[in-house]
Every structure is written in C-alpha cells, then in structure tokens.
C-alpha cells in the first residue's frame, strides 16, 4: 500500500473504546492513536523499575515485547512484594 494520508474512514472516532468496556491503556482524555504523555511516563517508569531490580541496559529492556515487560513487571512486584513480607516478618 503506498505511503499518504489517511482515509477519512479510518481516522480515530470521537468514541473512545474505554468507553466499549475494552482494556485501554490510556486515559479517557487520550483520543486516538499513538503515544499519549500518559503511556510515555508509564513507559518510562517501567523500564526503570526493571532496570533498578534486573540491572539491564536500556536496548535490552526497549527490545522487550509489550507482553513479556508486563510479565516481567508482575514477577519482579512478586518478589518484591515476598521480599518485603519477609523483612515485616509476616
């Protein structure tokens, strides 16, 4: 398909899908594609909260797949959350 502008059709709607009960990452104020402040504030605090606990290098953690650094950020909470459970002593 060559490269141009978009077709009017396919331009983002004024419906946000939040709104369609889907899973958003977004903001309800974030309309249409790409990235939005949110989304790159977020981006950035998780691949510095891996960097601090996996000690990687940013080319590393940029080159995860959306799925595995959200894996990631949950298995590296666990631990974190039992390692901290052990210091309280519960």
Known sequence: ???????????PGPEHPRGAGARYPFPAD?????????AHDELWQEIAFLAYHLHWDLDRLLDLEHGDRIRLLQEVGGLN??????????
Do not use: F, S
Request: charged residues 15%.
């Open 81 to 90: 959350e039992r390692a901290w459970q052990g210091v309280q002593g519960g």
């Open 30 to 38: 974030v309309r249409g594609g790409g990235l939005g402040h949110y």
């Open 1 to 11: 398909m060559p490269a141009g502008p978009v077709p009017d059709r396919q331009l």
